[in-house]
């Protein structure tokens, strides 16, 4: 088969489409999965610098979504059956033409949905709800600020937000994210090149629960912008890994950190991969399937051409998910 190999770590350019070994038979609860399209993922960019190595025992393709159909399944498997039309979330393999992945990672392609706009549901989505939800426990008239409300995670995380009931408040670098979030339902517009998030969260007493993918550079004015009893969820580390935290503005207002990845859960057990993607399949899919939370897609690149596409994800013009298509 092929996949995208690595020369090396570093730019886009280290990256080739080229001949891989075949996989195997899936084994018993695994299925294997012919790709049509990957999700391109900021943790896939960081995986080709050298920065994001995959778990111990997953593939060290990149790629952490993908969407296709089911080639064949293993022993035990009931769900899912050859030919079925399948979205999934991945520990590592996703640009290839084809991917093994646990059964109990795969959901069917959303009714409506287009099969190569699939792939870039998986990951964010169970982001989203395993924090937002089954973490924080966001509820119908909560105050949430998203970091990054034009990204794939905060474009999807907006209308799950407002499909919950909550108001939502984001952040962008430009007007025109700005107007996209909002026509996505968010309602408390911050172009944090001009504006202080702490003020205007201030003003509107705290954000209940903030989603933020900056890590660092934000963690102690995200502690100032939250509301008493206020949880802040930390899932990306684009503003550096080390911070300050001040525990007496923490324990002031009664906060609480949380700090969650996905791609290291175990696949099964409390917490795991099996379990939120049982959540998502459950209470996510019929918000899709009915219209209120729709895929965002910024572009749709070749696989061949994957270097442009991590260009692309790493644009600031970039709203919402960059795809590759691996197959028609």
């Not at 952490?64 to 159909?69: A, I, K, P």
């Not at 996905?262 to 099964?268: C, D, E, Q």
């Amino acid at each position: 088969m092929y996949a995208i190999t690595l020369d090396g770590f570093g730019g886009p350019e280290v990256m080739r489409w080229a001949a891989v070994p075949d996989l195997p038979a899936p084994g018993p609860g695994e299925v294997l999965i012919d790709v049509v399209a990957a999700g391109v993922n900021r943790a896939d960019l960081l995986q080709r610098q050298g920065f994001y190595p995959p778990p111990p025992g997953a593939s060290d393709i990149i790629g952490m979504e993908c969407s296709g159909v089911v080639a064949a399944v293993g022993e035990g498997v009931r769900d899912f059956t050859p030919g079925q039309a399948v979205c999934a979330l991945l520990s590592g393999g996703g640009y290839a033409e084809q991917v093994l992945v646990p059964a109990t990672q795969v959901l069917p392609v959303p009714e409506g949905v287009d099969p190569v706009v699939a792939a870039g549901l998986p990951e964010v989505a169970a982001t989203v709800w395993s924090n937002l939800v089954m973490r924080a426990g966001l509820h119908a008239g909560q105050l949430l600020l998203i970091h990054g409300g034009g990204s794939g995670i905060g474009t999807h995380a907006i209308q799950v937000a407002v499909s919950l009931g909550a108001r939502v408040a984001v952040t962008a670098g430009s007007a025109d994210k700005l107007e996209r979030c909002k026509e996505l339902g968010a309602s408390t517009l911050i172009n944090y090149r001009e504006t202080d998030f702490v003020a205007v969260l201030g003003d509107m007493g705290g954000a209940d629960v903030i989603l933020d993918n900056m890590g660092a550079a934000y963690l102690g004015r995200n502690v100032e912008a939250l509301a008493p009893d206020g949880q802040l969820c930390v899932i990306g580390m684009q503003g550096g890994v080390r911070g300050e935290l001040n525990l007496s503005a923490l324990l002031g207002k009664r906060g609480t950190v949380h700090a969650t990845g996905l791609r290291g859960r175990p696949a099964t057990g409390r917490a795991g991969k099996a379990e939120i993607v049982a959540e998502v399949g459950r209470r996510v899919w019929p918000l899709i399937a009915s219209g209120a939370v729709a895929p965002v897609v910024h572009a749709e690149v070749p696989v061949a051409e994957a270097a442009e596409a991590h260009r692309l994800l790493d644009s600031a013009e970039t709203v919402g998910k960059v795809l590759l298509r691996v197959r028609e």
